[in-house]
């Protein structure tokens, strides 16, 4: 019986070049009708922070008229900017959370 011979030349593997996501900031905007607990609810509830870290924010925001919240990925800093957003509607204040590009 005749075998065939193969050919066992194996393929080195491609090497992906990928790139990491574009990473976004997502920010809170100072205005003159949210209360300060509000902004301190928003971050603990939305960006995990503690207490102390979100009052550290709400008055970075406060006294500066904006603060970085977090940085994320894309489709990630679109859903928080969209929560908040949404959450600011339900209770009535008109905070304003934006994403810009690191």
Do not use: W
Request: charged share 25%; aromatic share 8%; with cysteine.
């Amino acid at each position: 019986m005749a075998t065939k011979q193969q050919n066992s030349s194996v393929l080195a593997p491609e090497q992906a070049k990928t790139k990491p996501p574009h990473l976004y900031r997502v920010i809170l905007f100072n205005d003159d009708y949210t209360t300060m607990e509000f902004v301190i609810e928003v971050l603990k509830r939305f960006f995990s922070m503690n207490r102390e870290r979100a009052l550290q924010i709400m008055l970075k925001v406060h006294n500066e008229g904006s603060a970085v919240c977090g940085v994320y990925s894309r489709d990630v800093a679109e859903s928080k900017v969209s929560q908040v957003a949404e959450f600011a509607k339900q209770h009535g204040h008109p905070l304003r959370c934006g994403m810009e590009e690191t």
